[in-house]
């Protein structure tokens, strides 16, 4: 009998590599498509020589071609960081376009069910709180968070579109602050930012007032949560992440204490359209997949520093 085979787009990086290696252990064959713009081959190299596993450097923003059967195509690929998509914009609207569009005419030439990574971002600064996947969402277009919360809407869209009129078979995830091991050291999220301030013995730059809140989810919780997803009966988006809010500032407390660093605080201006509040309503996914995050938060951490001590005592860094 022939093994399901899984193609995922961004495999190289923190998500995607996470899902890739999840997918093995399940019985998946694997193909990994990456351009490696953001993803590593550091995240998928203990991937190399498993059975089932092909990876492909390729971008997806153009024609998307995989030989032979595919039952499921995962699209992850995008800059997923405020200082990738500051720094690669137009690459960030590409791959939420262009590339979803080609991953989606691929599982549409295969008969293969399509699974999009959506973001919490489709929300913006959001004037609802909670976030539930209802809520349409404050998002600035023209702002210069626009072109990840934007690419990601039209992705949506797209998705749908394929859904409706193609009669697709898709899944769309929306995916809250996720964090764990294999995520950029100097990718502008505050988890590796603090853990690697901290760490070096360097003052935690905290934007704003530090009020502005964040949920976190372990990015083992996530995985499971996708696959739920990607084997349920649901095409409208599920919100998937840690509804236990809290503040940056306290988030900062905590890595100071996890860390036994006595490192300074220090404020800095909040940038441009930074979200106030993020947290979802996760009554979806409780009620439909029976998930919920079950990694605590102190727990989840520990695994990431001890990740981010290992990156830092390496010769040349990751």
Known sequence: MRRARAVVTGGAGFLGSHLCERLLNEGFEVVCIDNLLTGSLANIEHLFGREGFTFIKYDVTNYVHVPGPVDFVLHFASPASPIDYLELPIQTLKVGSLGTHKALGLAKAKNARFLLASTSEVYGDPLVHPQSEGYWGNVNPVGPRGVYDEAKRFAEAMTMAYHRYHGLDTRIVRIFNTYGPRMRRNDGRVVPAFICQALAGEPLTVFGSGQQTRSFCYVDDLIEGVLRVLFCQISDPI????????????????????????????????????????QPDITKARVYLGWEPRVPLEVGLAKTIEYFRRVLAAPSGP
Do not use: Y
């Not at 100071?256 to 979200?275: A, C």
């Open 239 to 278: 919100n998937l992440g840690n509804p236990e809010e809290m503040t940056v500032l306290e988030f900062a407390h905590l890595i100071r204490k996890l860390t036994g660093s006595q490192v300074p605080i220090e404020f800095r201006p909040l940038p441009v359209d930074d979200p106030r509040v993020r």
